[in-house]
């Protein structure tokens, strides 16, 4: 299993449009309206210094699709999980590894974090993610405690 994640940036987005609108709806699905796919979309396309659209692969197959964005905390910077529908096929724990690896090469980015479904729990806290309130958040550095 070879799990590749890969940013979808500029024109791409709009290129892409149809493709990713369904992923980012199945996922606002289970949120509580913070987001719509418009707004999220839009945004990685005026500010992709901090909106950003992910597709995962797994052995080259797409698998499903993510968005973050940065949020500047007051003492720590994170890299904010909006999204992430698809079908996992019970790879959470993979994705996230993959992910946090890729992050990890970001040296202002002090942590990942998601908030999501209770049902996310159990396959992030494997995977080394630790609840907080309903956020689960990762540190990418060693000197940073979540």
């Known amino acids: 299993m070879s799990i590749e994640i890969i940013q979808v940036v500029g024109e791409d987005i709009l ?16 949120s509580s309206g913070e987001w719509t796919t418009q707004q999220i979309i839009q945004s990685a396309i005026t500010h992709p210094e901090t909106f950003h ?11 499903a699709l993510g968005t973050t964005r940065v949020i500047q905390y007051n003492n ?40 999501g479904r209770r049902g996310l729990l159990k396959p992030l806290e494997k995977a080394g993610w ?17």
């Open 15 to 30: 290129l892409k449009y149809h493709c990713l609108k369904p992923f980012i709806e199945s996922a606002l699905k289970h």
């Open 53 to 63: 659209i992910w597709e995962v692969f797994d052995d080259d197959q797409f698998v």
């Open 76 to 115: 720590f910077v994170s890299l904010h999980i909006i999204t992430l529908g698809g079908k996992t096929n019970d790879n959470m724990a993979q994705w996230t590894e993959a992910f946090t690896k890729q992050m990890s090469k970001y040296p202002q980015l002090d942590c990942l974090e998601f908030t």
């Open 130 to 146: 630790t609840e907080r309130y309903t956020t689960m958040r990762k540190s990418l550095k060693e000197t940073f405690d979540v």
